[in-house]
């Protein structure tokens, strides 16, 4: 018996190969793409942040409403290298995305962006909502 991954984890990984893939987004932040913010390392770097699940299936079919956070993290006192940051990833995600193990991506789409300065930790920080519908393969 083999198991699959989490539809979460699922979506993930795609995602990552999907972002790693992209040279307009590695010439902004190389291979730096975490699952949490790292300790001590230096900006810029995105995150696959926190991400929810709700049951959206039918009585014919089973299928998963996934909510997903993407952070993109600059060390710079504006956003603007942040949105540069964000842009990059909307146009990396616009295209199909690899399979994710035993999930078909029905859709992804962008459905709220929001920006924010913490002048505490001196961080700009875009983060953009996704939207994804799957379903078991």
Same mark, same amino acid.
């Given at each position: 018996? =083999?198991?699959?991954?989490? !539809?979460?984890?699922?979506?993930? +990984? +795609?995602?990552?190969?999907?972002?790693?893939?992209?040279?307009?987004?590695?010439?902004?932040?190389?291979?730096?793409?975490? $699952?949490?913010?790292?300790?001590?390392?230096?900006?810029?770097?995105?995150?696959?942040?926190?991400? $929810?699940?709700?049951?959206?299936?039918?009585?014919?079919?089973?299928?998963?409403?996934? /909510?997903?956070?993407? @952070?993109?993290?600059? =060390?710079?006192?504006?956003?603007?290298?942040?949105?540069?940051?964000? =842009?990059?990833?909307? +146009?990396?995600?616009? +295209?199909?995305? !690899?399979?994710?193990?035993?999930?078909?991506?029905? @859709?992804?789409?962008?459905?709220?962006?929001?920006?924010?300065? $913490?002048?505490?930790? /001196?961080?700009?920080? @875009?983060?953009?909502?996704? =939207?994804?519908?799957? /379903?078991?393969?």
């Amino acid at each position: 018996m =083999s198991l699959t991954a989490h !539809p979460i984890a699922a979506l993930k +990984a +795609a995602l990552r190969t999907r972002l790693l893939a992209d040279v307009d987004l590695a010439a902004l932040i190389g291979a730096s793409i975490y $699952d949490a913010p790292p300790r001590g390392a230096a900006p810029p770097y995105l995150v696959l942040g926190e991400a $929810d699940a709700q049951e959206s299936g039918t009585s014919e079919r089973d299928g998963l409403k996934i /909510e997903l956070e993407l @952070v993109s993290v600059t =060390s710079e006192r504006g956003t603007s290298a942040a949105l540069a940051m964000a =842009s990059a990833v909307a +146009a990396a995600i616009a +295209a199909p995305l !690899p399979s994710a193990d035993g999930q078909r991506l029905i @859709v992804l789409g962008l459905r709220q962006m929001s920006t924010r300065y $913490d002048a505490t930790n /001196e961080l700009a920080r @875009v983060t953009q909502r996704l =939207s994804a519908f799957t /379903e078991p393969l």
